[in-house]
């Protein structure tokens, strides 16, 4: 599968972004899904991640209550809402994808990645 990460740009904090994966394929379905970020000088880290439909999500303790993932197996897309943004939520973010069941917050676990949206949050 190959995906495609958008949506990113510059907001000022407590603003409100969607982040969208579009993934090809026609057995979208049979991938859980995830958003991870890497920040300038950090490792990638989890932000979110949800099972193949839609029944298990899970969020970085950072986000959780903010963001939302969601995904439209239909449309071969994930998202990720992003409210209430913080200055530390800058980031490049990924989406990344993994054949089966579960819900999965390493990165290593994930077999596919899109190349990323720049995220800019202004304080």
């Known amino acids: 599968v190959q995906l495609q990460a958008s949506g990113g740009g510059l907001v000022q904090a407590g603003g409100y972004l969607r982040l969208s994966c579009a993934a090809s394929?026609?057995?979208?379905?049979?991938?859980?899904m995830g958003w991870f970020r890497q920040a300038p000088g950090k490792e990638r880290e989890f932000v979110a991640a949800m099972s193949l439909w839609s029944s298990g999500r899970t969020y970085a303790d950072s986000v959780k209550g903010r963001f939302t993932i969601s995904r439209d197996n239909a449309k071969n897309m994930v998202y990720l809402q992003m409210n209430s943004l913080k200055a530390e939520d800058t980031a490049v973010y990924y989406c990344?994808?993994?054949?089966?069941?579960?819900?999965?917050?390493?990165?290593?676990?994930?077999?596919?990645w899109g190349q990323g949206t720049q995220v800019t949050v202004s304080s």
């Open positions: 394929g026609r057995t979208f379905s049979s991938y859980a």
């Open positions: 990344a994808a993994v054949s089966g069941l579960g819900v999965h917050t390493v990165d290593t676990e994930y077999d596919y």
